[in-house]
C-alpha cells in the first residue's frame, strides 16, 4: 500500500498543471468531430469518482478528505482549440470530498472544486445504498447514483450522471474496493452556433484501496472511463 501511495503521489505532482492558462473559452473554434472529443475527455475527468468503500459509514460516521485526480486526455488537440492556452497531456482536478452516513444503509456524498486559474468550478453528489453492509466473512455491495455538474465555463452546459455497482472487503485497517457502471454526458454549448449538443454514455470500471489509520484516512483510486484513464488519491478523515 504504501508503494502505491508513492507511486500516485509521485504521479499527481509530476503531471504539469493542466490549469495553467486553461480556461475554456473557445468552443467557437472547433468543429463538430473536435467537441464530441473534448466532450467525452470533459465526460471521464470531470464524472463523479467516489473513492471510498462500499461499506455504509453508518448514521454517526463521516468521511471527509482533499482529494486530487489525474486524467490522462485522449484528444489534447481538441482540448487547446477549445482553450485560451496550451494543455498538458493530463489534467489535474483537486477536489474537497464529504461523506455522511444515514439510517438504513445509505450514505450521501458530495465534493466541490474551483480549479486554480482555470474557469473549471466543477460540484458534485451521490447517494449509496448498502445491498449487503459487509462483515467478518461477507464484502459488503452497494449500489451508487451520481451527478457531477460543470460550473463557470460560459460557454458550456455540461453535466453527468452515473450508476454504479461496487464491492469491497475489510482486511484489517486496509479495505481493497472495486466497481463497474455507466456515465452519461449531457455536453451542450452556448451561444456558440458552430457545433451541437452532444449525448453519450461511456462504460467505466474502477479499482481501489482505503487504509484507516484511526481517524487519518488514506484512499487511492484508479479508474477507467470510456477511453480516459483517472488516478485519485484522497487524504483526510474517516470515523
Known amino acids: 500500500m504504501k508503494r502505491a501511495l508513492a507511486s500516485l503521489v509521485i504521479l499527481l505532482t509530476a503531471v504539469p498543471p493542466a490549469w495553467a492558462a486553461n480556461n475554456i473559452d473557445q468552443i467557437d473554434q472547433l468543429i463538430q468531430s473536435d ?12 464524472s463523479y469518482k467516489g473513492v471510498t468503500p462500499a461499506e455504509p ?9 482533499i482529494e486530487a485526480t ?33 439510517p438504513a444503509g445509505i450514505d450521501l456524498g458530495a465534493f466541490y472544486t474551483s480549479v486554480p486559474n482555470s474557469n473549471i468550478k466543477l460540484w458534485g453528489a451521490e447517494i449509496r445504498y448498502a445491498i449487503f453492509e459487509g462483515g467478518v466473512a461477507q464484502p459488503a455491495l452497494g449500489l451508487r447514483g451520481t451527478y ?15 450508476l454504479e455497482l461496487l ?17 452519461w454526458t449531457t455536453s451542450e454549448p452556448v451561444g456558440v452556433s458552430n457545433v451541437k449538443k452532444e449525448e453519450f454514455s ?28 483517472s488516478y485519485s488519491a484522497k487524504f483526510g478523515f474517516r470515523f
Open 35 to 46: 467537441f464530441r472529443d473534448l466532450s467525452e475527455d470533459l465526460g471521464a475527468a470531470l
Open 57 to 65: 459509514l453508518g448514521i454517526t460516521g463521516f468521511d471527509i478528505g
Open 70 to 102: 489525474a486524467t490522462k486526455l485522449q484528444h489534447r488537440d481538441a482540448w487547446n482549440r477549445a482553450s485560451s492556452g496550451t494543455t498538458s497531456d493530463s489534467v489535474l482536478i483537486p477536489k474537497l470530498h464529504l461523506h455522511k452516513g444515514l
Open 148 to 162: 457531477s455538474k460543470l460550473a463557470g465555463v460560459s460557454q458550456l452546459d455540461f453535466h453527468t450522471t452515473g
Open 167 to 183: 464491492i469491497s472487503k475489510g482486511l484489517a485497517i486496509f479495505t481493497p474496493y472495486a466497481g463497474v457502471g455507466r456515465v
Open 202 to 229: 461511456q462504460g467505466k470500471y474502477f479499482v481501489g484501496g482505503n487504509l484507516n489509520l484511526g481517524l487519518a484516512n488514506i484512499a487511492l483510486e484508479a479508474d477507467r472511463t470510456g477511453a480516459a484513464t
